[in-house]
């Protein structure tokens, strides 16, 4: 089973909106990372945060994470047509076997 | 550096048909896995590799091989295609240790009839 979910599933917004997407976990953790899917493409790495992290920004960009809610947010400032794209949190566990488990995605739309 | 490379990009196969896609990354990643993509269940692990010559399964590896003869290369074999395999298959590659982001290949889109 899956161990991160994202909500919202789609989200559309006008250019220079900020997007929020949530994604939660069931278990303890190392880190979390965030990743971005362009249309057609592989994903590509956005940001990590550590477990013992509460935010992190890059760019445009801002996590935050609660290791008590197994909860984790990204944010984008400022939003670009060029943002379009499906979001996906990634999580490691705490058990040491070093697999990654991928959330089902956020669909952004920033409109022009 | 061409980074994580996927061949085919795109294949269509006949039920009961094997063939292996392939993976390579020139990064000298120690870690390597395969992944299932299918519409709204996001990604599913298949299979990784830890080095060569060290393979495990992931959550979905029923019909699929991997084995890890070079540090480069990372091919997915499915034995006897059935429609269920109908997905797209990303390939990845990281650094051993903790808390390392994954690179992505394209993807291969293949399509069992």
């Known amino acids: 089973s899956q161990q991160g979910e994202e909500d919202p599933q789609a989200l559309s917004i006008q250019e220079g909106e900020n997007a929020t997407m949530n994604c939660s976990y069931k278990t303890s953790i190392n880190n979390l990372q965030w990743y971005r899917q362009n249309s057609g493409r592989g994903l590509v790495h956005l940001i990590l945060?550590?477990?013992?992290?509460r935010e992190k920004h890059s760019g445009r960009l801002r996590v935050t994470l609660d290791t008590s809610k197994k909860s984790s947010s990204l944010l984008i400032t400022a939003s670009r047509a060029a943002d379009t794209a499906s979001y996906f949190c990634?999580?490691?566990?705490?058990?040491?076997?070093?697999?990654?488990?991928f959330g089902t995605g956020t669909r952004l739309k920033v409109l022009a | 550096n061409a980074g994580v490379t996927q061949t085919p990009k795109f294949q269509v196969l006949k039920t009961g048909q094997s063939m292996t896609l392939q993976c390579a990354q020139d990064?000298?990643?120690?870690?390597m896995s395969w992944y299932r993509q299918d519409p709204g269940m996001g990604l599913r692990l298949i299979h990784y590799s830890v080095g060569a010559g060290i393979t495990d399964q992931g959550e979905v590896p029923n019909g699929y091989n991997v084995s890890r003869s070079t540090t480069e290369d990372f091919p997915l074999r499915l034995l006897s295609a059935a429609p269920s395999q109908t997905s797209v298959y990303f390939c990845?590659?990281?650094?051993?240790?903790?808390?390392?982001?994954?690179?992505f290949g394209d993807g291969t889109r293949l399509s069992i009839l």
């Open positions: 990064m000298n990643h120690e870690y």
């Open positions: 990634a999580t490691d566990s705490t058990s040491g076997t070093y697999k990654y488990i």
């Open positions: 990845a590659s990281r650094v051993q240790g903790n808390a390392q982001p994954q690179h």
């Open positions: 945060i550590r477990s013992n992290e």
